[in-house]
């Protein structure tokens, strides 16, 4: 009875190590990432919201939204995101392919990246396809989940 009990203790120091460690880990990351406010957008075609940029020295992330806010399908295109350095020197360039989007249509994005110290970034659209890049594909959701954004 008494190897029971020990062996309980033990599992219970480890099990409150575990989440404890978890609990570090995870707030050590969320600190060590900053907004990123400076970013440009040259995008006519559809509205870009951008709800969240955020980097570290080693990556980083951005979300947000696309609408098409013309009365014409925009379709066969790609957002075209370049991250910059401090200087504006362009470290690399991440796609998000747009295969359809109706008019009045909204779609969320999320896109990752792994570059070092990123300052900040440019969206652009474009055509054309580059063949080495990977492509993230818009987030198909319904309009009604996003009721609340405001659009100009």
């Known amino acids: 009875m008494s190897r029971m009990k020990t062996f309980l203790k033990y599992l219970m120091i480890v099990i409150a190590f575990y989440v404890f460690s978890n609990i570090m880990i995870n707030a050590f990351l969320k600190v060590s990432y900053v907004d990123m406010h400076d970013y440009e957008i ?3 075609q559809v509205f870009i919201d951008v709800s969240e940029a955020k980097t570290s020295k080693r990556n980083g992330y951005i979300k947000g939204i696309v609408k ?23 470290l690399g360039e991440k796609y998000i392919r747009i295969d359809k989007i109706e008019p009045e249509q909204l779609r969320k994005f999320e896109l990752k990246f792994e570059y070092d ?9 474009t055509d054309t396809k580059p063949e080495e890049q990977d492509f993230i ?6 309009a009604k989940d996003l009721y609340n954004l405001k659009f100009n």
């Open 42 to 44: 040259n995008v006519d």
């Open 68 to 90: 098409n806010n013309t009365d014409v399908i925009v379709e066969n295109k790609y957002l075209k995101f370049s991250m910059l350095s401090k200087n504006g020197n362009v």
């Open 117 to 125: 110290n990123v300052k900040s970034f440019k969206i652009e659209m």
């Open 137 to 142: 594909e818009l987030i198909k959701s319904n």
